[in-house]
């Protein structure tokens, strides 16, 4: 979103958080590991389900282990920023997705 952040989308405080998606690098591709940014603080995530439905959509034969899922620790109430995290297959850099705002009430 040109401009700046994507408005906050509101979620329980005080309750666990699951996410479901999928990450590939700049190059398409599907990395060697992923993780969730909470505020800046790595939360592990498990990644390389099969998503063959995202393989088609970027038409790539690459891969197809881009599935990412991970469980956000109980949030305190405020504002939270939150971003899903790639790390490049030979493990020397990671490529971070845009910022995403999060409000726990």
């Not at 590991?33 to 038409?59: C, E, F, I, N």
């Not at 995403?100 to 009430?105: C, D, E, H, V, W």
Request: no cysteine.
């Amino acid at each position: 979103m040109a401009g700046g952040l994507p408005k906050p989308v509101a979620v329980p405080a005080g309750q666990s958080l699951t996410l479901t998606g999928w990450i590939v690098d700049p190059a398409r591709r599907a990395g060697a590991a992923a993780d969730v940014a909470l505020d800046g603080v790595p939360v592990q995530a498990q990644y390389g389900s099969p998503r063959t439905d995202v393989a088609s959509r970027l038409s790539s034969s690459d891969a197809t282990r881009y599935g990412l899922f991970a469980v956000l620790p109980n949030l305190i109430a405020g504002d939270h920023t939150l971003a899903l995290r790639v790390v490049s297959r030979d493990r020397e850099m990671f490529f971070e997705g845009p910022l995403l705002k999060i409000t726990a009430r």
